[in-house]
């Protein structure tokens, strides 16, 4: 049976019909969920998409991770279920202490819109399961607070436990260890900075976003998954 | 119960790097400045407590500080109670 995405949808979230359409063409069922709502019955896989969630008062992210689905997206990861956190969904799992580490502003003051090469690292996480470690994958960022940090210890720990998920060729904001995306350390939570989405048909430029799609909707699909929320 | 002024200072933590201090202090020779080095950009948040004392008041903002107005990761916090109202 397809699964069921459920995409988060904040006040000044801007990407929630992209990730539905990408998702749709790959298969899946979208379902987009208002961030008042409590619940996630019924739902096997979690995007927090991209945007500018409660306008970025304040951090980005600082509010939305206090809005009421949050508290379905914590049992959620907490019973295994796989989310993704694209770009200010990244900065919302980030505040909501579901990933480690935190994104700043990008070390050259730009806003930066522009394709990225990317590398898969990790291949046991709900992004890249099944991906071979080293793939390249073109796909676009589109963002001003997305330089990854986190302290020593913590970069440490991300290596040594496989939780860096994907890294930029070339480095465009100044990330720590040229990170652009990692899991949390059971491989089913995921923020990234590019957008897969963005990536996800020839029209676009490049289909390779759906390399990330495609795993994230397999580990959905997985019996058990999501049995749980 | 009195209301109290607060003023809380967030910084980016030493080691952080803070590309928008570094970024004014690369411009301050443009003015003709050089004698001004350091230069760290934050945020100053001000808010009015109702509570019984100012420890209380101070309680209050530092822990409204450790959950949402800093993200402990990357930011430290300066609370400062400035006036019984």
């Known amino acids: 049976m397809a699964a069921t995405v459920g995409i988060v949808v904040f006040p000044g979230s801007n990407c929630e019909h992209d990730v539905a359409e990408a998702v749709t ?119 001003f607070e997305g330089c990854y940090t986190a302290s020593d210890v913590v970069l440490a720990a991300l290596e040594e436990r496989d939780q860096v998920v994907v890294r930029y060729a070339t480095n465009p904001n100044g990330s720590a260890n040229d990170i652009a995306g990692v899991s949390n350390e059971a491989g089913n939570v995921v923020g990234l900075m590019p957008h897969p989405e963005r990536a996800s048909h020839e029209m676009l430029g490049s289909e390779d976003g759906n390399v990330l799609l495609a795993a994230l909707l397999r580990t959905a699909s997985r019996p058990g998954a999501a049995a749980l929320a | 119960m009195a209301v109290f002024e607060v003023l809380v200072e967030v910084t980016l933590r030493p080691g952080i790097a803070d590309p928008q201090g570094a970024t004014v202090e690369r411009s301050l020779p443009l003015l003709g400045v050089r004698s001004v080095s350091g230069v760290r950009v934050g945020k100053a948040i001000r808010l009015r407590v109702d509570a019984a004392g100012e420890a209380e008041a101070h309680r209050v903002v530092v822990d409204l500080c450790a959950r949402f107005l800093t993200n402990p990761v990357i930011e430290d916090a300066t609370v400062t109670v400035l006036t019984a109202g």
């Open chain 1, 25 to 143: 063409g790959l298969g899946a069922t979208a379902r987009l969920v208002f961030h008042k709502e409590n619940c996630l019955d019924g739902v096997d896989a979690v995007v927090l998409p991209g945007g500018f969630a409660h306008g970025d008062y304040l951090r980005p992210g600082a509010i939305a991770r206090f809005s009421p689905v949050m508290a379905a997206v914590e049992r959620f990861a907490a019973a295994g279920g796989p989310i993704v956190g694209i770009c200010n969904g990244f900065q919302v799992l980030c505040e909501a202490g579901l990933l480690p580490g935190a994104l700043q502003k990008n070390r050259g003051l730009a806003f930066l819109c522009q394709e990225v090469e990317l590398v898969t690292v990790s291949s046991r996480c709900c992004l890249t399961d099944g991906v071979p470690a080293t793939t390249r994958l073109r796909v676009p960022i589109n963002h």
